[in-house]
């Protein structure tokens, strides 16, 4: 009988910390609004336009908003992977690099690795490339770029592999970057002209 007299005791002392507790909280979150969410009142009309097709544009310029059409429109078209066809210079280096076949291709990770291309004009060298991606920006020091060559004497047998001289790797590099430059001010274009329309 006391076990359940002092079980109540603590239950009804404990209940009203919770009831304070989730006062206090709500009060804090309704303080941090503080009136600057566009359409709360309190909000500055001076910033928003009055028009509402103005807000919307506004909105969506900042990115602070999305169109039903972006958010639905591929609906029963299978999977778009805009990710990486966004990326310019990843778009680019898949270009050049669109003769050999490939060995590895992680986006996420920001690595390229072919597989060994070999010439038929010379069967006993082959030439495999690793592109590493340091940075998304266009700049000559956003990418990794090695070509090994692998020469054998006899077919597969006795193989050395080096590391090719860095003239081809500033080759791939100019024409990986004048690409991506492409891709980008294409890109831009298109954004500009979507947001006139």
Do not use: H
Request: charged share 30%.
């Amino acid at each position: 009988m006391l076990y359940k007299l002092n079980k109540i005791i603590n239950m009804s002392s404990i209940r009203p910390f919770k009831t304070l507790f989730l006062l206090f909280i709500t009060i804090f979150f309704l303080q941090s609004c503080g009136g600057k969410i566009p359409g709360i009142p309190g909000a500055d009309a001076r910033k928003f336009p009055a028009d509402p097709k103005e807000r919307v544009k506004k909105n969506l310029e900042e990115g602070r908003g999305f169109t039903l059409n972006e958010t639905f429109g591929n609906v029963g078209k299978g999977g778009v992977f805009d990710f990486a066809s966004s990326n310019e210079l990843w778009r680019a280096s898949l270009d050049v690099i669109d003769f050999m076949p490939l060995s590895s291709v992680n986006y996420s990770g920001g690595i390229i690795i072919t597989d060994w291309y070999l010439d038929e004009n010379n069967p006993n060298e082959s030439i495999k490339i690793s592109i590493r991606f340091l940075t998304n920006e266009i700049r000559s020091d956003s990418l990794d770029i090695k070509v090994f060559t692998r020469k054998c004497l006899n077919n597969t047998l006795n193989c050395k592999i080096i590391e090719t001289n860095k003239i081809l790797v500033m080759e791939l590099k100019k024409e990986i970057l004048k690409k991506a430059a492409l891709y980008e001010k294409e890109s831009i274009a298109k954004r500009r002209k979507k947001r006139t329309n």
